[in-house]
């Protein structure tokens, strides 16, 4: 899980793990380390889920937590457009320190669409180039499940080319 602070990361992975949404606010300091199951395709797959800190420009993602990643859920608010252009910066550091791996992009708080302000022609060339982004609220928990449960296949997919 990266992104900005406050973007909703840790929500999101709360929703998911624990079906459970606190409208409480506590910064992640460093990593917070979440584990689920997820069947895809009769095939239980194990996700060791690793909600880093929010980066911002006192803050960077350290290199060492990204090694060995199978998969990144990228996320930007879409009440404060700056978080779109950090989430995009985070994506190509994940492929400068690992290279390629599956990635979904996320603009979170979908229950508050009226405030929005990303960019929707960036979201159009993002997707042109062939980018998953997909609306999320953790508070209403739309489209959380979907979105793991999408980047589980396009991590199995890969691991299946890859082995072929």
């Known amino acids: 899980m990266l992104g900005a602070f406050a973007v909703g ?19 992640t300091l460093g990593v917070k380390i979440d584990k689920k199951t997820v069947q895809i395709e ?34 930007a608010d ?5 978080t779109l ?8 550091k994940v492929n400068r320190e690992v290279g390629f791996i599956p990635f979904v992009l996320l603009i979170n708080k979908s229950d508050l669409r009226e405030n929005w302000e990303i960019d929707t022609d960036r979201l159009a060339q993002l997707k042109s180039a062939g980018w998953i982004i997909v609306e999320t609220s953790a508070l209403e928990n739309s489209n ?21």
């Open 78 to 82: 879409g009440t404060r457009g700056e």
């Open 42 to 75: 009769d095939h239980d797959l194990d996700l060791i889920l690793w909600d880093l800190a929010g980066e911002d420009e006192f803050m960077k993602v350290r290199s060492s937590y990204l090694r060995g990643s199978s998969g990144a859920i990228l996320v």
């Open 9 to 27: 990361k840790t929500s999101l992975v709360q929703r998911f793990v624990s079906g459970i949404f606190s409208d409480k606010y506590k910064t």
């Open 85 to 92: 252009e950090i989430a995009i910066e985070l994506n190509n």
């Open 144 to 164: 959380v499940e979907y979105v793991f449960e999408q980047l589980s296949r396009e991590m199995c997919q890969l691991a299946q080319f890859q082995n072929a």
